[in-house]
Nanobody, 117 residues
Framework: QVQLVESGGGLVQPGGSLRLSCAAS????????MAWYRQAPGKQRELVAT???????NYKDSVRGRFTISRDGTRNAVYLQMNSLKPEDTAVYYC???????????WGKGTLVTVSS
């Protein structure tokens, strides 16, 4: 059984930075695409950034230039460096992985990011 486990969330002031991490544990599986989603209170879950197995990243317009997604293929891990954080970035951030062999979608349980003074 594969589990994705996020870490790195917390409380940060506007303009600050956080680095989220997500690592896979359990049954060894590789991922074609890994991504970060977020869900703010009262809103739908939305895609923040994706990264392919080749390292190509894409971003939601509102975070482009402030967030950087990266991955470590050997560890099946994905990271999200978040800079210049704004209150509207406050949300639970979820890790996503698309299994390259089984085609299954895997989700983490989320980590809370709160941007507030």
């Amino acid at each position: 059984q594969v589990q994705l486990v996020e870490s790195g969330g917390g409380l940060v002031q506007p303009g600050g930075s956080l680095r989220l991490s997500c690592a896979a544990s359990g049954t060894i599986v590789s991922f074609n695409v890994m991504a970060w989603y977020r869900q703010a209170p009262g809103k739908q879950r939305e895609l923040v950034a994706t990264i392919t197995s080749g390292g190509s990243g894409n971003y939601k317009d509102s975070v482009r230039g402030r967030f950087t997604i990266s991955r470590d293929g050997t560890r099946n891990a994905v990271y999200l460096q978040m800079n210049s954080l704004k209150p509207e970035d406050t949300a639970v951030y979820y890790c996503y992985g698309l299994g390259s062999r089984d085609g299954m979608i895997y989700w983490g349980k989320g980590t809370l990011v709160t941007v507030s003074s």
